[in-house]
C-alpha cells in the first residue's frame, strides 16, 4: 500500500506492507534509523516516537494508522550540530553507553519535559518506565533528566 | 626556531569524567548499529530452527521453499562448503544441523530473499521430518551413566571438570554450615539485536560488518567454515547495542556471510527478540553443594564445593566458566583447605556460554550465602566475619597462588559498610512500597532487610592463554592541526573502550584532538571485550604506543623538551607505531589447580537495603551500596556506569531475570515474560571507588566491569533473608519463595567436594 505522511515536518510517502509497523516504515523504508528495534512488541520504549504529539511505540502502530499524521522521530531534535538540551545532558551526564536505549530515552524524555517541566524522582522513573537501558542501571539517565529539567527545558 | 604556542591546558586527560565522543552521534540517532546497516539492492536472511531439544533429522525438503517469491538461496548442511565445526573453545558445533538437533533452536536451513517477510516464510516452508531422540535436560542427570550421549560417548557428557586441593580438605573445624544451591539461566538480554551485514568481495572473499566482541576470534572461526583462507574474511566493527559476554559466540556470522557468497549479493540478518534468545548462549544455570568449617572465633578452616554447571548442547565457554567458578569458589578470603570440584556438563538445553562474570558470578551466591549461615551460627556479625577473613597482599587464594599488586579486600568491605543508610520509610504511600503503582500494600506486611556480599574474580584470561592486544598510534598534522589517531580491534560494546583509548592517548602524547578509528581486522587482535580486560590490555598497547611514539617525537626535537615545542613542527611526516601488549605469562591449569593462574584479582562488595511485602512475596530494592576496587579511574564517570549498570543485571538475576525452561525449549522468548530491571525497580546506588593502582595494568587501572553483578546478587538475597527469616537458596527469588518458603532443591545427594557423577537420587 501507497502510505503518506509528515515525519519530522516533510511530507513523505512510502511502499509498505498492510502489516507493516510504523518503526518498519521509518527504518526499512524511509531510512531512518534513529528509532530501535531492540523488541518489536512494545516492551522496552527503544521506538519511541511522538504521533500528532502523542508518545507512542512506533513498533506497535501500524503503517496504515500513521497515514496522514504527523511523526516527530529522535532525528528531529538536534539542529545539525547544535544538540536539542535533553541530548546534550545525556551526553554531560554519562547517561549514554551503548546508546541503544538512547533515543528513545531522549523522545521520552523530551515528551515528559513538555508536560512536566519539572518532574520529581518518582515522576520521572514512573514515566520512563516503559524504556529499558541494560547499560547503566538507570542513575545517569535520571540525572540526565534532571540537568535537562533545570536548563529550563520546555518547548 | 618556531615559538610553541602557549599550551593549552588540555581536556578529557587520565582521571577526568570526559564525555564519550561517541555520545553525540548516539544521541542523535546517528550511529550506526548492525541492524541499521543496509546496501542498495540487498537480500536478508532469515533461519529455520530445530522444534525438538534432541531428534535425528531423517529428511528436509527445500523444494517449497525454493520455489517461493523473492527467495534466491535455501542453505541446509548439504549445501555447505566444508563440514568444519565452529566454536569458542572447542569446535564442536556444526554449521548447520547435520543429522541431529542437539537443542531447541538449533539452527538446520538458512534463506536469503528479497525481503524479510518473504525470508521468514520461506524458511517456515522448508519441510524436515525428525525422529525424536531421548533428551536430557537437568545437568546432574547428564553426569550419570545412563545419560543418553550428546557428542562423544567417551567423555560423558562431561565439558570440563575442574579440581581445586588446596591444603587439607578433611581438616575438621568447630563449626560446619551446609547448604545446596541454585543459579537459574540469565540472558544477557543486550538491547541491541544480533545483526549483520555480508558484502562479498570480488575476490571471492567476503567483507562482514558484525555487531561483536571479538572481531580475530568470529575471524577465526568464520573463515574454514566458508572454505576460506582468513585474507579472504574481513571484519569490521558495526555498532554495537550491548553485549555483556552475549557477542562473545558466533551466532550468524557464518550464515550471513554463507547466504552473501552463495548469492553474490550483499546480505543482511537480524534477529528479532524472541530468536535473539535462542540464537546466544546464555549464563550457565548452577546447582551447587557448599560445606564451611570455622573455628569458634570465625577464622575459616576449610571449603568443599560441588559445582555443576550446565552447558547446553556446545560448549562454548564452558571451559573458562568451570574453572572460574572452581577457583574463585571459596571467595575473597584467606581459606587454607579447600576441596571445589566444579563439572560443566552437555544437556538438550540451549548452549551456555558467557555473561559478565561468567563462572564468579554463579559460585558468589553460594559462598557468600553460606558466610552468613556461618556467622549466624557462631553468633558474629556478617560484615565482621568478612572482615576477620579478608584477603591480604601477600596471601593466597585457594589455588595458592598469592595475591601481589593490590589487594584491598578489607578495605572494601571496611569502605561499603560505612557508606550512609538510606533514611527509614518515612510514609506508606504505595509508590514506596514493593509493588508500586499495583497499590498492592499499606505497609502492613513490608520489612526491611539489610545484606551484605564481597566477591572476586580475575582480570584478563588465565591459564597460559596467549592474551594479547595490538594498537597503532599515529601522530600528524592536518588541517585541524595536530591529531592523534589510534586504532585496536577492541570492540566497543558500551562499556567505553574508546575512552580509555582516547584518555590514554591525550595524556601520553598532549594532544587535544584524538580519534580512535573504527575497529576491524586490518590490524591485529585486541582480544575480546569481556573478563574485564580492555582497560588493561588495550589500554595498555594504546599506552605503550605512545611511548614508543613520544620517544620518536622526543628524537625529532633534538635534546628541547617536547613541552617547550610546538609539536607540528615535528610532523614534516607522519610518526606512527604499532604495538602488541601482552600481560605477564601465567601457568597452564595443573591437576589440583594449584599454580599461578590468573593475571590479577578483583574484589567489590555489596551492602543491599530491601523492603519485603512478606504477604505477596515482592520485593523493592531500596538501596545499594558499593565499594569496589578499580586500581585506577580512567575516568570515573563511565566506571560509575559500569558498577551501577552491573548492579542492575546483579538485582535481575537476584529477584525478577530467568530464561524458564520445559523440557529444553524458552519459555519466555520475550521481553513480555522475560522480565528486566526497569526504572521502578533500580534504586539509587553509593559508590565508592577504591584506587589502589596496581603495578603491571596501565595507571595502575584494574578492569571494572563484572565485580558489579558478583556480589549484587548475594548482597540483595541476604537483604530478604534478614527481612523474612526465609533460607532462598536459589535465584532468581520468587514471590512463592518468599510467601511459602518454596524449596529448591535438585533432587540429588551430593556430598560437598564429591564427584558429581556419583550423585545419588532423592527419592
Ligand atoms: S521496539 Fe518498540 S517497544 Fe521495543
Ligand atoms: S545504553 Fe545500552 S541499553 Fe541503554
Redesign the interface.
Known sequence: MRLRLQVNGTEREAEA?EHESLLTVL??RL???????????G??G?CSVLMDGDLVCACLVLAGAAEGRDVR???D??AGEH?HPV?RA???A?A????????GF?VATAALLRDNPEPSD?E???A???????????????EAVHRSAAQGYTS | MTIAPPKTRLRGVVGE?A??A???P????????G??L?REGMLHGATLRSPHAHARIARIDVAAARAMPGVRAVLTSDDLPTREKFGLMRADQPVLATRVVRYVGEPVAIVAADDP?QARLAARAIKVEYEALSAVTDAVAALQADAPKLHDPKDGNVIEDVRVVHGDPDARADVVVEGEYEVAMQD??????EAGLAIPGQDGGVTLHIATQWLHEDLRQIAPCLGLPEEKVRLVLA??????GAREDVTLQIHVCLLALATKRAVRM?Y??EESFYGHVHRHPARMWYRHGATRDGRLVFVRATIVLDGGAYASSTFAVVANAACFGAGPYRVPNALIHAVGAYTNNPPTGAMRGFGAVQSCFGYEAQMDKLAAALGIDPVELRARNALENGDRIITDQPIEGSAPVAEVIRRCAALPLPPRRSSNDP?ELPGG?GNLTHGEGVKRGVGFAVGLKNVCYSHAFDDFSTARVRVERDQGGVVARVHTAASE????IVLVCEQIARTELGVQRVIVETPDTTIGSAGSSSASRQTWMTGGAVLAACREVKAELAKRARGRRLEDVDVAELLGTPVERVVTHRHRPTEKRNDTTQNDGHVAFLFAAHRAVVDVDVDTGLVKVVQIATAQDVGKAINP??V??Q???????GLGLAVMEEVQLKDGAVRNA???DYL?????D?P??VCDLIEFPHPDAPYGAKGVGEPPTISSTPAIVAAIRAATGRALERVPVRPDDIVFGTSSRSGWRVVAGDDPRGAERVR
Do not use: H
Open positions: 506492507r527504518r526499512e531510512g531512518l534509523w534513529g528509532s530501535k528495534n531492540a523488541c518489536e512488541q516492551e522496552c527503544s522521530t529522535v532525528e531534535l538536534a544538540l541530548q545525556f551526553v554531560d554519562g549514554v553507553q551503548c546508546g541503544f536505549c538512547t533515543p531522549i518518582a520521572i522513573r514512573e520512563l518506565s516503559g524504556n529499558i537501558c541494560r547499560c547503566t542501571g538507570y542513575g545517569k539517565i535520571l | 569524567s564525555p564519550r561517541d555520545a553525540p548516539k544521541v542523535k540517532g546517528e550511529f550506526l548499529y541492524s541499521d543496509s517477510e544477557q538480554a543486550a538491547l541491541g539485536p555498532g554495537v547495542g550491548g553485549a555483556f537480524t528479532g527478540r509508590l503503582a560494546v558500551g562499556q567505553g564517570l563511565a560509575i556506569g558498577l551501577e549498570g552491573g548492579i542492575a543485571q520475550s521481553f513480555t528486566l530491571p526497569t526504572m521502578l533500580m539509587p546506588v
